[in-house]
């Protein structure tokens, strides 16, 4: 990771053809992704640009813009003695993980409007932090899916992020060049596909994870 300065990615969105509602519990359904994505774009800070180290994430659509000084973040995580740091095992948040979050993610913070974007700002701490660490970086997203549309937007999100902070960590590897943008080698799409999947739940509560799996494995 400490070679690596920036990373950007997308995810698509998703449409689900038949079985939206039974695939929930359990029964086929029928989707396709969209050419319309989610891009995320992450630039690690450096001790000269950011001596104190902050971790901030920028979602450009609904004008959110959060920062936490990477002291804080740790201090919050630091109850969890067995936490452990690590891309390649893919792990649930469990409720004492979901406590330290909670402590880092005020509702206060966000306009009325998009109150719900709360829980995909907790999705993003805990992936970030449970594949890189206490790493200062700005995350920039934005977003051609529009929110609460069945489109598949928090599972974009999910998986641009999970996608893009493994390129981050330096656990991805990258194949052929499509439409401008490297895509994922198919072995690693499953990891992706996992750390999303733990990131809809947070923001969904018991998701299918067609959404997720649709958006990692479709259109790049």
């Not at 396709?32 to 901030?56: E, M």
């Not at 452990?84 to 966000?110: G, H, T």
């Not at 997203?141 to 992020?161: E, Y």
């Amino acid at each position: 990771m400490d070679n690596i300065k920036e990373v950007a990615g997308r995810a698509p969105g998703k449409l689900i053809l038949c079985g939206e509602h039974a695939v929930v519990h359990g029964s086929t359904a029928l989707a396709a992704s969209l050419g319309l994505y989610t891009q995320v774009r992450i630039q690690t800070s450096t001790a000269a640009t950011d001596p104190d180290g902050h971790l901030t994430i920028d979602l450009r659509d609904v004008n959110v813009h959060l920062t936490w000084p990477i002291k804080r973040i740790e201090a919050a995580f630091k109850p969890l003695e067995e936490f452990v740091v690590d891309p390649l095992c893919v792990k649930s948040c469990s409720s004492e993980i979901m406590q330290c979050i909670a402590s880092l993610v005020n509702e206060d913070e966000f306009p009325e409007a998009v109150i719900g974007v709360s829980t995909g700002v907790s999705a993003f701490l805990f992936l970030y932090v449970s594949i890189v660490g206490f790493k200062s970086a700005t995350v920039i997203v934005s977003s051609d899916l529009p929110l609460g549309s069945g489109l598949g937007s928090s599972a974009a999100f999910c998986v641009a992020i999970s996608g893009v902070v493994l390129a981050l960590s330096g656990a991805l590897d990258l194949d052929v060049l499509q439409g401008g943008w490297l895509s994922l080698k198919q072995n690693n799409r499953e990891i992706v596909n996992k750390w999303a999947f733990e990131g809809e739940k947070i923001i969904h509560g018991r998701p299918s994870g067609i959404d997720n799996t649709v958006s990692a494995y479709g259109l790049t």
